[in-house]
Structures are given as C-alpha cells and as structure tokens.
C-alpha cells in the first residue's frame, strides 16, 4: 500500500509570491491533516479535512488555505508569502482523523 | 501557548543507557499518541494510549498515560543508535480533529 506523497519535495519561493502543496492521502483514508513544522514553534496544525470538508481549522492567518477534492487529494495555498513561512509542511492521512499517517513533507524556502 | 510540554528537550546518551522522555500538560486528553521523526521524514506512529494509567510495551520502548490522562511518559531501555531521533507526543480531544503536538525531544544515541 502507497504511503502519503508530498510534493514538491523542496520548494524555493521569494517574499509576496504565493504557492500550493500538493498531497495524496494513502488509498482509503479520507482524512488530511495538515502540519507546519518549524524549529521554534514545533508542529502546528493548519487545518484538517474529511470527504471535501474542513472540520477542524488551527490559528494560522488567512493567507493560508487549503482544500479537499472528491478522490481524497488535498491541496493547501499560501499566498504573499513571508519570511516566516519558510517551514517543513507536513500532510498526514488517516481513517478517521486521529491515528496519523504522515507523509515527507515539503521543505519550502522564503527569500 | 505550548500545550503540551516535552521534557527533556536534547538527550545525548551513551548506547546501552536507560531514558526516560516526559510529556506533560494541565489539559486532559482523550488519547496520547507517541511518534518518531527521523531527517527528512514525517514523524511515525509509535503508540496511541486511551485509558488512565495505561502501560504500554514495544519491545524495548515502554509507554505510560498517566491517571488523569493529562501527561504521559516514554521509557527506553537498552538505547542503541538506531532509536536516534525526535521524539514527539501528541495529545488528541475527542471531537476536535486535531493532535497538539509537544515541543518534541531529541535524542542522540552513541554508539
């Protein structure tokens, strides 16, 4: 069974543009979370979503977005990007939204 | 507001010595979950504990919830390299669809 898969893996962006991640949730789980991880602030959770829906939404501004498509992909956006943004994103599958299957995660920059 | 608390935050310890990693919180959660990070990787599910003063045993890891299921403990016996890596503990309420991540700990095994 395919794990969860981020990409990009890596991604270099400057300040004010905007960019979108992409993730595949393993075969079955209808759930993605999403994680920022950084090394000061730890994992902070962005936003998780079931079957197209946002249940859960953590305190992060408005730039950052994300959604949910109908085969249990998720994307999540960024837009006018800042410097503290720059940041390991992780996205995690699950059945129900608890036991956490994570992907790699894509390492963005911002210049 | 770190709502779980990770201690210690570094370890660095000789191979065969025994640890023990602490996560506490003034909050009380539905469930307890440990995971594993390694470079480069999203973190692994170790072990998920539900129940007051549940012990849990993974071959030389060990896994307490504490009785008011607001703090939990991981005990390594017997460290060797290959547990090298950033611990972390997550605390889950039921209907929130969200874990809370702690600070983490990291851990560095000589050999």
């Known amino acids: 069974k395919a794990g969860v898969t981020q990409t990009p893996r890596y991604l270099i962006k400057t300040r004010g543009q905007q960019v979108t991640l992409s993730c595949s949730p393993i075969?079955?789980?209808?759930?993605v979370s999403w994680y920022q991880q950084t090394p000061g602030q730890g994992l902070q959770f962005l936003f998780e979503y079931f079957s197209e829906t946002q249940r859960n939404k953590g305190n992060f501004p408005g730039r950052f977005s994300g959604r949910q498509f109908s085969n249990s992909r998720s994307e999540m956006n960024v837009s006018t990007l800042e410097l503290g943004d720059s940041a390991l994103y992780l996205c995690?599958?699950?059945?129900?939204?608890?036991?956490?299957?994570f992907g790699s995660g894509t390492q963005l920059s911002v210049l | 507001t770190q709502l779980l608390e990770q201690s210690p935050q570094f370890l660095s310890i000789q191979e065969g010595e025994n640890l023990t990693v602490y996560c506490n919180s003034s909050s009380v959660f539905s469930s307890l979950q440990w995971y594993r990070q390694e470079p480069g990787e999203g973190p692994v599910l170790l072990v998920t504990v539900v129940t007051g003063g549940e012990v849990k045993k993974l071959k030389r890891l060990t896994f307490q919830f504490g009785d008011a299921r607001k703090d939990s403990s991981l005990h390594i016996t017997a460290a060797q390299p290959g547990d090298t890596g950033l611990y972390l503990c997550?605390?889950?309420?039921?209907?929130?669809?969200?874990?809370?991540f702690g600070s983490g700990t990291r851990l560095l095994v000589r050999p």
């Open positions: 075969s079955g789980h209808r759930s």
């Open positions: 995690a599958s699950s059945l129900e939204g608890r036991r956490l299957f």
């Open positions: 997550a605390g889950d309420k039921l209907s929130s669809y969200k874990l809370i």
